[in-house]
């Protein structure tokens, strides 16, 4: 009984629906068929793209197949009607259905992305099958160039130069506002010297970045790092760093002023360090300086620890601005102490330059007067004489 009840109640909304659809339809006209864009009329900007939404309608008894066509367009630009992608030239629209085609128009020129500012049309034609039904629908584009305005992007610092030797790493730390109404994601790039190396990474992050999100009137920080190359000279470095956003972007000039790496070479023409002389007598010794380092060496001095009583003088007393990898000769006079014992005695010199010092120890060995090797020698003779003048006598004996 209760099946029954739920069959008869489901038969009679059918047959209600039924009927309701068949007095809609007896409504309608046999024919009538309606292409039309949705908005007939735009305001882009040039970063905006053309995209509008073009409807067919049938509001006929009948069910048509309505072809379409583009009957007007700007000169140079390529204008599609499209279904899910797909380029089209008609569709089928059943009795009371309708359908919603996408109209999308741009240049020719693959190279322009920007749409050139001013008013442009675009005319559809739609007409049924049988030619019967016709109808013009028309699309009016207004490209706008927007109005020039304070910087929307801004890159700050408070140290825009710093100041550091060659062997260094050098880190700049930049505020990157995005005062746009928008998030946006911004890319990072720099213009540097040849050889310099230089990289993007997040504040109080170690990996590298080329772009960020920003959120809408925010700003983040960014440390810039710039490294030299090897050896690089003394002199001012000049870096542009360019943040560049979907619809703005912003430049910044950056320095690094090199003072030179500082580094000294020194040594022997024979690389030996040993010198032998005789106590009271100059022993000349050789010391060639050489600035292995970027920076020219403006003073450089030289002293030396010496044993009581000696005198080590340098000729001359000190050099003045050795320019990277020149080489220069100091000649050093060792004069032992007139009662310096026979033996090996240490000379360290001391080579003290612009923040570069080095050092050579020479091992000084004093040997006996010539004069005390012939006094040996008459000694020696005289007792060999006096030896055998008394042999001579005893044997007399």
């Known amino acids: 009984m209760k099946h029954r009840f739920w069959t ?3 038969a009679a909304a059918l047959f209600a629906a039924t009927a309701a659809e068949s007095k809609s339809k007896a409504d309608m006209p046999e024919r009538s068929v309606v292409v039309a864009f949705q908005y007939p009329s735009v305001k882009l900007t040039p970063e905006d793209t053309v995209s509008a939404d073009l409807l067919v309608k049938n509001r ?3 069910d048509e197949t309505v072809l379409l066509e583009v009957a007007g367009k700007p000169k140079d630009w390529t204008v599609e009607i499209k279904r899910y992608g797909t380029v089209i030239g008609g569709i089928f629209v ?3 259905e309708d359908a919603t085609l996408t109209v999308s128009a741009r240049p020719k020129d693959k190279n322009v992305k920007r749409l050139p500012p001013g008013e442009y049309r675009i005319t559809v034609n739609g007409w049924t099958e049988d030619g019967v039904i016709q109808q013009r629908t028309s699309l009016t584009v207004r490209v ?3 109005k020039s305005g304070p910087a929307k992007v801004t890159i700050e610092t408070s140290y825009p130069v710093l100041e550091g030797a060659s062997d260094e790493q050098f880190q700049f730390s930049l505020d990157v506002r995005n005062d746009t109404d928008q998030d946006a994601v911004f890319n990072f790039r720099a213009a540097a010297p040849e050889g310099w190396q230089t990289s993007f990474k997040p ?3 170690s990996k590298q970045i080329s772009s960020l999100k920003i959120e809408a009137n925010s700003s983040k920080t960014i440390e810039f790092e710039v490294k030299p190359p090897y050896k690089a000279k003394a002199g001012e470095y000049v870096f542009k760093v360019t943040v560049e956003g979907p ?3 912003a430049e910044k000039e950056l320095k690094v002023v ?3 790496t500082y580094e000294l070479k020194v040594g022997t023409p024979t690389g030996l360090l040993s010198v032998v002389t005789e106590r009271g007598k100059e022993a000349n010794v050789t010391i060639l300086v050489q600035n292995t380092g970027s920076a020219p060496q403006r003073e450089i001095t030289f002293t030396a620890l010496k044993p009581e009583n000696w005198k080590v003088e340098f000729k001359p007393e000190k050099l003045e601005n050795l320019k990277p990898d020149e080489v220069k000769q100091v000649e050093a006079v060792i004069t032992p102490a007139e009662k310096a014992l026979v033996g090996d005695y240490s000379v360290d010199v001391q080579i003290q330059g612009e923040k570069a010092n080095e050092d050579l120890e020479f091992r000084v060995t004093v040997k006996a007067s010539s004069a005390w090797g012939w006094v040996g020698v008459g000694i020696i003779i005289l ?3 006096g030896m055998g003048v008394t042999f001579r006598v005893l044997g007399r004996r």
């Open 94 to 96: 059943g009795s009371g």
């Open 60 to 62: 006929g008894k009948k």
């Open 203 to 205: 504040a109080y992050e």
């Open 258 to 260: 090199l003072t030179g």
């Open 8 to 10: 008869t109640l489901c």
């Open 247 to 249: 619809k703005a972007k």
């Open 144 to 146: 706008e160039q927007e």
């Open 383 to 385: 007792v060999v004489i």
